[in-house]
C-alpha cells in the first residue's frame, strides 16, 4: 500500500511561490508517474501537472504552464510542484496521486493540502 503525505500548503499573496512535496511511503514506489490535482468547493477534481518516475518527462495543464514546475527526487520518493507567479485563482486543495502504469487510475491519493491567494 503506498502511502502519499503532501506538504507546503498555506496563504500567499498573489504574484508569491509556493513549493508544494507529495512524499511516497509503502512498499516498493516505481511508479509510471505522479499527479498533481486541485480542488474548488462545488467543482470537480482537475488535473494539472504530471511527471513520469523514471524519465521525468512533464506534462502541464495551459492554465499552469510557465507558472507551474515539477520535479522528482527519486531516492527520497518525492515529487516537488513549485507554484510561481500565484493567482486568487490558483486556490484550491491540491492532491498529489500516482498511477502504476501508463493506463492505470491514479490509485494512490494523498490527503491533500490548502493552497489560498490572496488578492
Known amino acids: 500500500q503506498v502511502q502519499l503525505v503532501e506538504l507546503g500548503g498555506g496563504l500567499v499573496q498573489a504574484g508569491g511561490s509556493l513549493r508544494l512535496s507529495c512524499a511516497a511511503s509503502g512498499r516498493t514506489f516505481s511508479p509510471y508517474d505522479m499527479a498533481w490535482f486541485r480542488q474548488t468547493p462545488g467543482k470537480e477534481r482537475e488535473f494539472i501537472a504530471r511527471i513520469t518516475w523514471s524519465g521525468g518527462s512533464a506534462a502541464y495543464v495551459d492554465s499552469v504552464k510557465g507558472r507551474f514546475t515539477l520535479s522528482r527526487d527519486n531516492a527520497k520518493n518525492t515529487v516537488y510542484l513549485q507554484m510561481n507567479s500565484l493567482k486568487p485563482e490558483d486556490t484550491a486543495v491540491y492532491y498529489c496521486?500516482?498511477?502504476?502504469?501508463?493506463?492505470?487510475?491514479?490509485?494512490?491519493w494523498g490527503q491533500g493540502t490548502q493552497v489560498t491567494v490572496s488578492s
Open positions: 496521486a500516482s498511477r502504476p502504469q501508463r493506463l492505470s487510475d491514479y490509485d494512490s
